[in-house]
T-cell receptor
Framework: IAGITQAPTSQILAAGRRMTLRCTQD?????MYWYRQDLGLGLRLIHY???????GKGEVPDGYSVSRANTDDFPLTLASAVPSQTSVYFC???????????FGQGTRLTVV | QKEVEQDPGPLSVPEGAIVSLNCTYS??????FMWYRQYSRKGPELLMY????GNKEDGRFTAQVDKSSKYISLFIRDSQPSDSATYLC??????????????FGQGTTLQVKP
């Protein structure tokens, strides 16, 4: 089934550790996104990539980095995790000019 | 003030009721309006997508956009227990590079009781 695959599904991470959340899509969408979802704050955009080789900052980029080496993969890295990065992280993709942004199942991250 | 406001609920209705979910927004530049459904511990699922003002119907779901009032609605007819979920409104600006950069409401939790 076509879609977005995120890994891991959940993780407990010690503060100060480095962590990469993985995201792969097989829909050949040109644009990809990372959102975080927090209670009372909804979903907020962290970083995005309109096409392979380009990235941009969203609403809450601090403490996160991304890369887009090819169309299918869009990893999100936390260089040195802090407790405020405890959240549910969603990867998403869309095809510019076509309707709809589609989400993965999420990674539940707890930083202790 | 948030750019997109949505009453978090919870909203509880009996099976078969008509459900009305709403969002207001402050930025008149929003052009694309979406509704997502999110089940517990799952990713958001796209339900409806509309461009600018007007109505769009898909089965039991109707989305309405009133740009003059900066107000969008999702109506669910003949609600079912399987509709119990959190409903998220989302918006984006015009432009092919912006369609996936979504600004979300907080989400409304809906419970449909058998």
């Amino acid at each position: 089934i076509a879609g977005i695959t995120q890994a891991p599904t959940s993780q407990i991470l010690a503060a100060g550790r480095r962590m990469t959340l993985r995201c792969t899509q097989d829909m050949r969408h040109n644009a990809m996104y990372w959102y975080r979802q927090d209670l009372g704050l909804g979903l907020r955009l962290i970083h995005y990539s309109n096409t392979a080789g380009t990235t941009g900052k969203g609403e809450v980029p601090d403490g996160y980095s991304v890369s887009r080496a090819n169309t299918d993969d869009f990893p999100l890295t936390l260089a040195s995790a802090v407790p405020s990065q405890t959240s549910v992280y969603f990867c998403a993709s869309s095809d510019s000019g076509r309707m709809g942004t589609f989400f993965g199942q999420g990674t539940r991250l707890t930083v202790v | 003030q948030k750019e997109v406001e949505q009453d978090p609920g919870p909203l509880s209705v009996p099976e078969g009721a008509i459900v009305s979910l709403n969002c207001t927004y402050s930025n008149s530049a929003f052009q694309y309006f979406m509704w997502y459904r999110q089940y517990s511990r799952k990713g958001p699922e796209l339900l409806m997508y509309t461009y600018s003002s007007g109505n769009k119907e898909d089965g039991r779901f109707t989305a309405q956009v009133d740009k003059s009032s900066k107000y969008i609605s999702l109506f669910i007819r003949d609600s079912q227990p399987s509709d119990s979920a959190t409903y998220l409104c989302a918006m984006s600006f015009r432009g092919s590079s912006n369609t996936g950069k979504l600004i979300f409401g907080q989400g409304t939790t809906l419970q449909v009781k058998p």
